[in-house]
């Protein structure tokens, strides 16, 4: 089968609905799934998606596909991600199927896919998926695997908030902007004993609202300001299918998430001392001081949800955490990304230390920090970009502490860490899309970062400036 094979990224499929991918291309991709699981002795799997409009047809195309290669599934229905690895425990099976596109605009649809439990394809297995695809090398089964549907909702409720003890009640507000979380985590913050004030309730999977993303600043300021009128003591924001989320303290500062994984960092250390806490490469240095003041190990790894996991797993680490609001728990929970249980943990913690999140905020080392910038560059040229990039990185910032492929195998672009910031740019594994983050300790060095980094992109003919892709462009613009 002809499929565009840039939809098979490095740990998910994605792409553009009735583009890239219909019902046909979505079956050919279950049975290619289903085959891979055969292949490895797994006959159940779990399945669920979220409430992207493509997502129901897409939901019963992957279905008719993995049925006949004689998979047995388990529908979970319309779901948050971290409630398909939640089932796959809940159910005992290795296989398991989310449909989502995450954080991407509404036209894109994709899969993330079970290789164990809440594991899921890296680089060499998504290949191995898109050769069985291009090729239809796919298992025929004699008999049908058999479909039954489970509602966890109530379980996957009952094992989150068992998990944790929030000491005093919070108001907070929550902007879960008309998402797949819409349905769960307002009732779960107010089965934990908080009040909740609603943001873009109700779900819409054309996101009127703009599109689920909480590293988006105009959707955190949003989120700030509607903190603010309602003195609350912190918002929170969520991705479309739930697995990642965003800060804002009760003083109207967004957080950037690098320094939410200091926050958790700090909180496992306490209790973990010397432990070791994976982060990504886009994370500003405060997660490093932090571990580091802390008595911890701090390993800077690749970007992208899989890589931190497998990472976490190999290390023996008990935390990890990535920019973008993927948050990795290994001491009391799975290990999987999950923006539920973030949420409660960083409200225990603080009813724990009886501190506000500001004042917490404000115990660790301070840099003036961008967002994470994303700015619209093609699949097929966007790593030739970044190559070029990095040699003029490398060359404009000798002095400093360089990491590339050279220092983290793999690696997709280049960072420069000073005595007082850093600067990364890389190219995305998920979108045709660079991203970019910058931080300093002045406001005139943070400014000629900036300038920097605008000048370096427009220089660039490949780079797109008008793109649905494209977030928090304006500091770069």
């Known amino acids: 089968m002809q499929v565009n094979p840039l939809i098979f990224r490095n740990y998910d499929i994605r792409g553009v609905v009735d583009k890239d991918l219909n019902p046909q291309i979505v079956e050919a991709i279950a049975k290619a799934y289903g085959t891979f699981l055969r292949k490895r002795k797994i006959k159940q799997a779990v399945i669920g998606y979220d409430c992207r409009l493509s997502g129901p047809s897409y939901h019963e195309a992957f279905i008719k596909g993995l049925t006949s290669c004689g998979i047995d599934l388990i529908d979970l229905g319309m779901v948050m991600t971290q409630m398909v690895y939640y089932g796959q425990y809940r159910f005992q099976t290795n296989g398991g199927v989310m449909i989502t596109a995450s954080h991407n605009p509404w036209n894109y649809n994709g899969f993330k896919l079970a290789i164990g439990y809440s594991l899921t394809t890296g680089p060499e297995e998504v290949q191995e998926l898109r050769k069985l695809v291009e090729t239809e090398s796919f298992f025929k089964s004699e008999k049908k695997g058999e479909v039954t549907k489970a509602d966890i909702k109530e379980d996957y409720i009952h094992d989150v908030l068992k998990r944790i003890e929030i000491k005093r009640p919070y108001k907070i507000v929550m902007d879960t902007h008309k998402g797949t979380t819409t349905l769960f985590n307002p009732e779960i913050a107010k089965k934990a004993g908080c009040e909740v004030i609603e943001m873009n309730s109700g779900m819409d999977g054309s996101f009127p609202a703009g599109t689920p993303d909480p590293t988006d600043a105009k959707l955190m300021a949003n989120l700030a300001k509607a903190t603010l009128e309602n003195k609350a003591d912190v918002g929170l924001a969520y991705d479309g299918d739930g697995d990642r989320i965003g800060f804002v303290d009760e003083k109207g500062r967004v957080l950037w998430n690098d320094v939410a994984v200091a926050i958790f960092s700090k909180e496992i250390l306490e209790r973990f001392p010397?432990?070791?806490?994976?982060?990504?490469?886009?994370?500003?240095?405060?997660?490093?001081?932090?571990?580091?003041?802390?008595?911890?190990?701090?390993?800077?790894?690749?970007?992208?949800?899989?890589?931190?996991?497998?990472?976490?797993?190999?290390?023996?680490?008990?935390?990890?955490?990535?920019?973008?609001?993927?948050?990795?728990?290994?001491?009391?929970?799975?290990?999987?990304?999950?923006?539920?249980?973030?949420?409660l943990r960083v409200l225990e913690y603080l009813s724990e230390k009886n501190m506000t999140l500001s004042q917490l905020y404000e115990t660790f080392p301070q840099f003036i920090s961008s967002p994470e910038i994303k700015v619209g560059c093609p699949d097929d040229k966007k790593k030739d970009v970044i190559k070029d990039l990095s040699v003029k990185f490398k060359k404009d910032f000798a002095n400093a502490e360089i990491t590339d492929e050279n220092v983290i195998p793999g690696d997709d672009g280049v960072r420069a860490d000073f005595n007082d910031g850093m600067l990364v740019i890389r190219y995305s594994q998920n979108g045709p899309y660079i991203t970019v983050k910058f931080e300093a300790v002045t406001q005139e060095v943070f400014e000629k970062r900036r300038k920097y980094v605008s000048d370096m992109l427009h220089s660039y003919k490949e780079v797109i400036w008008d793109d649905p892709l494209c977030v928090n462009i304006d500091f770069v613009k």
């Open 274 to 343: 010397g432990t070791k806490i994976v982060y990504n490469t886009l994370c500003s240095q405060v997660v490093k001081e932090v571990i580091k003041a802390n008595g911890g190990t701090p390993i800077m790894w690749l970007t992208g949800h899989a890589f931190i996991k497998a990472k976490i797993a190999e290390v023996g680490a008990a935390f990890g955490g990535e920019l973008s609001g993927h948050f990795f728990f290994a001491d009391n929970a799975y290990g999987h990304d999950d923006g539920t249980y973030a949420t």
